[in-house]
């Protein structure tokens, strides 16, 4: 069982920065891909981000590419999604979840996390 915790939200005006955190209650988390989600009121869970094991590889959502980076701290147990010039369309909680593999190429994310909130004024 891997309990995830995410953090580092809130509101922030357009243009602005936030580092969200996800950490880990398990060393094991360290060998798996662990990906962030977000969801914006009425709408679908989205891919937003996502590092392998190592952080040797990382994928994005086409509209974040540039303005977002995830990275990880093994040692720590923990994830970061580093998220610069924020839009209102950023508006939404975000989730980190923990794949089951190590890699990128098979995505079966089993452990999530709770959420955070994060919002963007115009």
């Known amino acids: 069982q891997v309990q995830l915790v995410e953090s580092g939200g809130g509101l922030v005006q357009a243009g602005g920065s936030l580092r969200l955190s996800c950490a880990a209650s398990?060393?094991?988390?360290?060998?798996?891909?662990v990906g962030w989600f977000r969801q914006a009121p009425g709408k679908e869970r989205e891919f937003v981000a996502a590092i392998s094991w190592s952080g040797g590889s990382t994928t994005y959502k086409d509209s974040v590419k540039g303005r977002f980076s995830i990275s990880r701290d093994n040692a720590k147990n923990t994830v970061y999604l580093q998220m610069n010039s924020l839009k209102p369309e950023d508006t939404a909680v975000y989730y980190c979840?923990?794949?089951?593999?190590?890699?990128?190429?098979?995505?079966?994310?089993?452990?999530w996390g709770q959420g955070t909130q994060v919002t963007v004024s115009s």
């Open positions: 398990t060393r094991t988390f360290s060998s798996r891909a």
């Open positions: 979840a923990a794949n089951r593999w190590g890699t990128l190429d098979v995505v079966t994310y089993e452990y």
